[in-house]
């Protein structure tokens, strides 16, 4: 782990300092998206939040995580792929949020289709965000899953 976190930073240009290490480990041993407070949590009593703030914005801009709006605005953040660098983020997957356990995944495969715009309309960035039901808790039994039942029903 030490090894992969210091190899991560210099290859984004970026000092290696305690707080960016520890920030990288969490994301590294992360199954899924962050959000700042569990960041946070996850770093203990060692941070401030202002700490993990400008840790995080300074990851985003080398691009080493990329950021994932979800539907409570808040925001979450997510280890990008071995593509982005500063300023070029190659990020162009689908999100997926799980509605039962909350757990923002990459799907990392899974290309965002391109969306033909009218005339005069410039794109910027095109975020495409999937909701349902994770396949952890897909395996759930079907009790611990029911007070989600409406909420998934509506999308069938
Ligand atoms: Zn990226
Ligand atoms: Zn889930
Ligand atoms: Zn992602």
């Known amino acids: 782990m030490e090894k992969e976190t210091q190899s991560v930073l210099k290859k984004h240009n970026l000092s290696v300092t305690q707080v960016r290490v520890r920030i990288l480990e969490i994301f590294l041993n992360a199954n899924g998206a962050l959000s700042h407070s569990e960041i946070e949590k996850a770093g203990g009593t060692t941070f401030d939040r202002v700490t993990v703030y400008r840790t995080l914005q300074v990851f985003e801009e080398k691009g080493v995580i990329h950021a994932i709006p979800t539907a409570d605005n808040s925001v979450r953040y997510a280890l990008c792929k071995e593509t982005c660098t500063e300023q070029h983020h190659h990020d ?21 289709p391109s969306v033909k715009l009218p005339e005069g309309f410039l794109p910027g960035q095109v975020q495409m965000i999937v909701n349902g039901t994770c396949d952890v808790c897909q395996s759930l039994p079907a009790s611990s899953k029911r007070r989600l039942s409406e909420a998934s029903s509506s999308k069938k």
């Open 92 to 112: 162009n997957h689908v999100h997926f949020v799980c509605n039962i356990c909350g757990k923002t995944v990459c799907l990392d495969n899974i290309s965002i």
